[in-house]
């Protein structure tokens, strides 16, 4: 039976239905924020208040035990024995006991979306309903069966409407398929047999026309069922940023410990001596060193590392440790397979270069007839190239009685033999062979028409038709638009970039400067690739790199930030630390970018949170020691009401600081590719001054509000 033509849906997809998929794609975009998600934080922030989960964060174990601690004296105030009224003592236990929840919220909604991506590809999964062909071909008897039933090998037919039962491979029809509900990308794909698209997803739908699917996976071994249990396995573990981050958190919270339990003596001794006033009390003492520790980056830290692991996943990335999202912003050396990502994938015929004394026509004449069964994507380009040029269409092939020759690794060629006429396309060394088998003579100047084409990063096609060599068809490489910017944008980030590629220096070479990479890799093999990483990384450097081949596993293993493709095979997956079900090599800009993110987000909040402790300075230690030294009241620059309100003021703003910061630790700073000076000049101006001004303006807003109402 002949295939069916395309709809017209499949080139453009009917308003209606476009409208329909971008809706659908915010409503997942938007799912990452809903109630759910926040119901489900504000239970995991209780469900975390166990010492065991405390302990995992330092500075705020340490709050944690303070809030335990005025807890048990704000019931000894009750019964009459308290070192200060039971009120005071009860609002400031009740906010340090919202500060750890605060910062266990954070926490808990950064792991609620990150949780969602697993939920939203878990909703993909459903049992479709799959007409299971009796023989692998259109048109045979089908019976209607359960997809969770069918096994690998088996083959189904899909028609438009209908979704696709099983990840397979496609052998016969082509068609249009909306593959939203994986990628969340709306525009529909193109789905045939024969070259680098025909592999189909489980639960994705066909939009219009057909597909013959041979399944290629078990039940539990589907595309779905593996990433969902990536998702739901990976780990966030500490980085070497974080530990060093944490090391200093952890030392200044030793200092301000130390001299905070040297002050109660100190009080003690103090009102003794002076036989007058009062000596500071163990719940302000708490609440001073609360203050005084850096809680707010201690809140949000684990906030943003899973954040970072988040913001992956929303770019279809799965990240199987924090480690490797934080690597991919401190790595300096890009490694970047050529085709796919630097180019655009396909090579394409671009013209048609005829020896002296045959025209061009009859070169593409002889081509196209060599490419009608060429189902690759440089057969494909050269049968349409012949055709926009020449008009030569609707040649029936079955009529002429042709026999194709397919490509093999030994001949290095193709082509036909039709109508008494041998024509051949491949490698120079190998046509050259095959004209003089035929004791025919190859023209001299063909070969420098061949390093031509090289030179110019091309590669160069012979066409023979017999013994007579008829010119070459130039398969150009199309470098994609924008990539060079992209470069750009990467040296000013200090990173260089590396071209890898099988192709000849020459071709190589033509290629990296068009593109603008730093420096190149030609005629790589899997041991040159893991050489060069070994290298950088023996001189100090990070290295990122991609790869989807068995090949590209030990290079994979070696980066420091390795992602597999998806689409690659299975040792490339498991030699990577990153898969992208996207399969889209370029996205390693988007992973380093992300990485960046991650820390300059982290030092930002790092540099307000110690900035703002100077405003709680100012409002709680003349107010901690106003009964004992009066005099220190001259501190009281912001004019606080009173010794218990500016205590209080600090608590309540210390827990608040957290919730209002949570967007900012889930969202990220906006990446920018500046240098490191520059960062750290824009981080000291806008959260280093912030972080000063906002407490004070917070603080002492926070003070007229409890004066107000009568509450200290």
């Not at 030294?629 to 912001?638: E, G, I, Q, T, W």
Request: hydrophobic share 50%; with cysteine; proline share 4%.
């Amino acid at each position: 039976m002949n295939k069916p033509f395309l709809s017209s849906s499949v080139d453009k997809p009917a308003p209606r239905d476009r409208r329909k998929k971008q809706a659908g794609k915010k409503h997942v975009a938007a799912s990452l924020f809903d109630t759910r998600i926040l119901q489900d934080a504000v239970a995991d922030s209780f469900r975390k208040l166990t010492p065991r989960q405390q302990w995992k964060n330092p500075v705020m174990f340490v709050v944690y035990i303070g809030s335990f601690l005025t807890t048990l004296l704000w019931l000894q105030a009750v019964t009459g024995k308290g070192e200060a009224p039971a009120g005071f003592i009860l609002a400031v236990a009740l906010w340090l006991w919202f500060t750890v929840l605060f910062a266990n919220f954070a926490e808990a909604v950064a792991e609620g979306r990150s949780k969602a991506q697993a939920s939203f590809l878990r909703s993909a999964k459903r049992d479709i309903a799959a007409k299971k062909l009796d023989e692998p071909r259109f048109g045979s008897n089908y019976s209607k069966v359960a997809g969770s039933s069918l096994r690998k090998g088996d083959t189904v037919l899909i028609e438009a409407g209908d979704f696709i039962p099983g990840d397979g491979e496609v052998i016969e029809g082509v068609a249009s398929v909306d593959e939203s509900a994986i990628t969340g990308e709306s525009a529909p794909v193109i789905r045939e047999s024969g070259g680098d698209f025909s592999s189909v997803t489980g639960g994705t739908r066909v939009l219009s026309d057909w597909l013959v699917v041979r399944i290629s996976a078990n039940p539990g071994e589907a595309f779905l069922d593996r990433m969902i249990a990536m998702v739901e396995s990976a780990r966030r573990g500490k980085t070497p940023n974080e530990i060093a981050l944490t090391i200093l958190l952890v030392a200044l919270t030793l200092i301000f410990l130390l001299a905070t339990v040297t002050l109660l003596p100190y009080s003690l001794y103090a009102v003794d001596t002076a036989g007058a006033g009062q000596p500071i009390s163990i719940t302000v003492l708490v609440a001073l060193l609360v203050c005084l520790i850096p809680t707010t980056i201690g809140g949000l830290l684990s906030a943003i590392g899973v954040a970072g692991i988040g913001r992956m996943m929303q770019k279809n990335v799965i990240a199987t440790s924090g480690r490797a999202v934080e690597a991919a912003g401190d790595i300096d050396v890009l490694l970047l397979d050529k085709t796919g990502t630097i180019t655009l994938g396909n090579r394409q015929a671009a013209a048609f270069i005829p020896v002296m004394g045959v025209s061009a026509r009859d070169l593409a004449d002889a081509a196209q007839l060599a490419s009608l069964a060429d189902e690759t994507p440089e057969g494909r380009s050269i049968v349409v190239l012949a055709k926009q040029t020449f008009g030569f269409r609707e040649r029936d092939i079955h009529f002429l009685g042709a026999t194709f020759v397919h490509f093999s690794a030994q001949t290095r060629m193709s082509g036909v033999n039709v109508e008494g006429r041998q024509i051949r396309k491949g490698a120079q060394d190998a046509i050259r062979a095959y004209v003089e088998d035929l004791r025919s003579q190859f023209p001299p100047e063909l070969q420098k028409m061949v390093d031509d084409v090289a030179r110019r990063g091309s590669t160069p096609l012979v066409v023979a038709d017999g013994g007579r060599a008829l010119g070459v068809i130039e398969l150009k490489d199309i470098v994609k638009g924008g990539i060079k910017e992209r470069f750009i944008e990467m040296r000013r980030m200090g990173i260089k970039t590396v071209m890898i590629t099988g192709d000849n220096r020459l071709t190589a070479a033509a290629i990296a400067a068009e593109a603008g990479v730093d420096d190149f890799l030609a005629e790589a093999t899997p041991e040159m690739k893991l050489k060069l990483i070994r290298q950088h990384q023996a001189e100090g450097h990070l290295v990122a790199m991609t790869g989807d081949g068995t090949n590209d596993a030990p290079a994979l293993a070696q980066a420091d930030v390795a992602v597999a493709m998806n689409s690659g095979t299975q040792a490339a997956k498991e030699a990577g630390n990153m898969v992208d079900l996207d399969s889209n090599p370029t996205k390693l800009i988007e992973i380093v970018e992300t990485g960046k993110q991650m820390l300059m987000t982290r030092g930002a909040l790092t540099t307000f949170s110690l900035a703002n402790d100077v405003a709680k300075y100012f409002a709680i230690i003349p107010a901690a020691f106003a009964g004992t030294y009066p005099a220190l009241n001259v501190l009281n620059v912001m004019h606080l009401a009173t010794p218990a309100s500016a205590i209080l003021s600090a608590v309540i703003f210390n827990a608040l600081i957290i919730v209002a910061l949570i967007p900012l630790a889930l969202k990220g700073i906006r990446y920018r590719p500046v240098g490191a000076e520059k960062l750290l000049q824009n981080h000291l101006l806008i959260y280093g001054l912030g972080g000063l001004i906002v407490p004070f303006i917070g603080i002492k807003l926070i003070d007229l509000a409890l004066a107000a109402l009568n509450f200290v």
